[in-house]
């Protein structure tokens, strides 16, 4: 591990959080995931026991944690420059990228920064066009925006409305973004449970997407169970007024009204019930994609990209609560699922939630074509306790590029931000990192890093609160990733790096 930054020391103190633990647990029993605010409302707050407080301003005076705000680091990694909030106030999401500009998700709409000069970002265009989660995604001319909660219309001008109204409308929406500074909105597609995420699988005439979408609520009348696929919208390229959803392949398929996903609670209790999946990753490369689905983890074949099939599932009802994303290693013989145990707004990297929870599960794949199989190998988590006021659990990050290595750099909302190697499956460790102290020391509230990405020779973090961040990971481990260049960069659609 390399030393701090400030040589603050490498393991956190943090007692044993009875009032946290049971925070916890009361947020897992009310539902599978919790989701950020509606777009316009203001960053959540929790409020914790008078002696976590204490004990958060004792860490912090003590110097086993950062001050409100203040920034630490590993000495191989730099903190290039910050860009604040601009226009668009809401919690920031997803990222991708696209030759010299990086395009950020924001609840409110999506923010464009020229990136050509890493240390100096512009921002050339926000867009205001509100509806969680906004998780982004680009392919050529077009531009990809998921929206998750109860809309009055498809329109940008559109207003929150309860799910229960027959012209609620929740989905894809897609712009032209051939004039980059002038994005144009160009197409919207209904989907049944809206769009939580969204994967690409792009060919040369058509992107096909796969739209992942979950019950999180009764109240959503076309999310009741058994909602247990997931929806396809075939995007032509040179008309995307004509998108539209053109199957809804069902990934778990059983009797019963539930389907034939994992159960949950009360067979298994603290796990979720599989109503859908969070978020399918594809390597186009190997006709394959891995997809995290609530209580369950699965390997697709998508050689026919409108048709995925499952060829092996696995769960863990021992220490995943929800399966949340995915990111197969460059020789597609590994997988990392993250389990985003309670929601991503609850402190769970603590004592008193321990190693295996909340973490990345590191997954071998063995066997070959439609026989390959998930074989379990070890778990990973931060090393470096949080507070018990900050929202910390595994979340998006991407592979590092080089060649014969398992690296990884990966956002742990306030845990900040985790270099990683699992080149080992059996064994990974971290091998740097970067983070903010806690928003507040008084009250948990959401905020820290969204999505941390590796992208020609920087690794860029969207901040829920604290805007854009750009890294620079100066390490011989990582040294060969810079001079890997690519085009583009939609992380749930995994690049061959070395092709």
């Known amino acids: 591990?390399?030393?701090?930054?400030?040589?603050?020391?490498?393991?956190?103190?943090?007692?044993?959080?009875?009032?946290?633990?049971?925070?916890?647990?009361?947020?897992?029993?009310?539902?599978?995931?919790?989701?950020?605010?509606?777009?316009?409302?203001?960053?959540?707050?929790?409020?914790v026991s008078r002696s976590l407080v204490a004990e958060t301003k004792e860490s912090i005076a003590d110097g086993e944690i950062p001050g409100v705000d203040e920034i630490v680091h590993?000495?191989?990694?730099?903190?290039?420059?910050?860009?604040?909030?601009?226009?668009?106030?809401?919690?920031?999401?997803?990222?991708?990228?696209q030759g010299r500009y990086a395009f950020a998700g924001n609840y409110d709409g999506f923010r464009i920064f020229d990136i050509k000069n890493p240390k100096k970002p512009q921002s050339v265009a926000e867009v205001l066009c509100p509806g969680s989660q906004n998780d982004i995604s680009v392919s050529g001319d077009l531009l990809f925006l998921s929206t998750d909660s109860s809309r009055s219309d498809n329109s940008c001008s559109s207003t929150t409305q309860p799910a229960t109204e027959k012209s609620s409308w929740e989905g894809v929406k897609v712009f032209d973004i051939s004039d980059i500074r002038n994005p144009r909105y160009v197409a919207a597609v209904e989907t049944a449970c809206g769009s939580h995420t969204h994967t690409l699988v792009p060919e040369r005439r058509n992107v096909y997407v796969y739209v992942s979408s979950y019950s999180p609520n009764a109240a959503f009348p076309d999310c009741q169970p058994p909602h247990d696929g997931i929806s396809v919208i075939k995007v032509p390229r040179k008309a995307p007024q004509d998108s539209a959803v053109i199957d809804f392949p069902v990934l778990f398929p059983g009797e019963g009204p539930d389907g034939g996903g994992?159960?949950?609670?009360?067979?298994?209790?603290?796990?979720?019930?599989?109503?859908?999946?969070?978020?399918?990753?594809?390597?186009?490369?190997?006709?394959?994609?891995?997809?995290?689905?609530?209580g369950d983890g699965i390997l697709l074949d998508i050689e026919d990209p409108a048709k995925p099939k499952v060829i092996d599932r696995v769960q863990d009802n021992v220490n995943f609560a929800f399966w949340h994303s995915a990111t197969f290693n460059q020789t597609a013989k590994k997988v990392v699922f993250t389990d985003e145990l309670g929601g991503g707004v609850a402190a769970t990297c603590n004592a008193a939630i321990g190693p295996t929870r909340g973490a990345n599960g590191i997954y071998d794949i063995v066997g070959r074509g439609d026989h390959r199989k998930l074989a379990f190998k070890s778990y990973f988590k931060i090393p470096r306790h949080q507070a018990d006021t900050e929202n910390c659990v595994a979340h998006n990050g991407s592979l590092i590029p080089v060649k014969g290595k398992d690296l990884m750099v990966q956002a742990w909302y306030q845990g900040g931000v985790s270099v990683w190697d699992f080149t080992d499956s059996s064994k990974p460790k971290e091998i740097?990192?970067?983070?903010?102290?806690?928003?507040?020391?008084?009250?948990?509230?959401?905020g820290g890093s969204w999505s941390t990405y590796y992208y020609n020779g920087y690794a860029y973090s969207n901040d829920i609160a604290k805007g854009f961040d750009v890294l620079k990971i100066n390490d011989r481990r990582t040294d060969k990733a810079e001079r890997v260049r690519l085009d583009e960069l939609n992380v749930q659609t995994q690049p061959d790096y070395f092709d």
């Open 432 to 446: 740097g990192f970067f983070e903010r102290g806690p928003l507040s020391a008084t009250s948990l509230i959401t």
């Open 74 to 97: 590993s000495d191989n990694i730099e903190h290039v420059t910050n860009i604040p909030k601009g226009a668009l106030q809401g919690t920031n999401s997803d990222l991708a990228f």
């Open 262 to 294: 994992n159960p949950g609670a009360p067979t298994n209790p603290g796990v979720s019930k599989t109503t859908g999946c969070h978020d399918i990753t594809v390597l186009p490369s190997e006709d394959l994609a891995a997809g995290a689905c609530m």
């Open 1 to 47: 591990m390399t030393p701090l930054h400030d040589n603050r020391a490498r393991f956190r103190r943090l007692g044993v959080a009875t009032a946290a633990a049971g925070l916890l647990a009361t947020l897992l029993t009310a539902g599978p995931a919790l989701a950020i605010p509606d777009p316009g409302d203001e960053p959540e707050k929790q409020s």
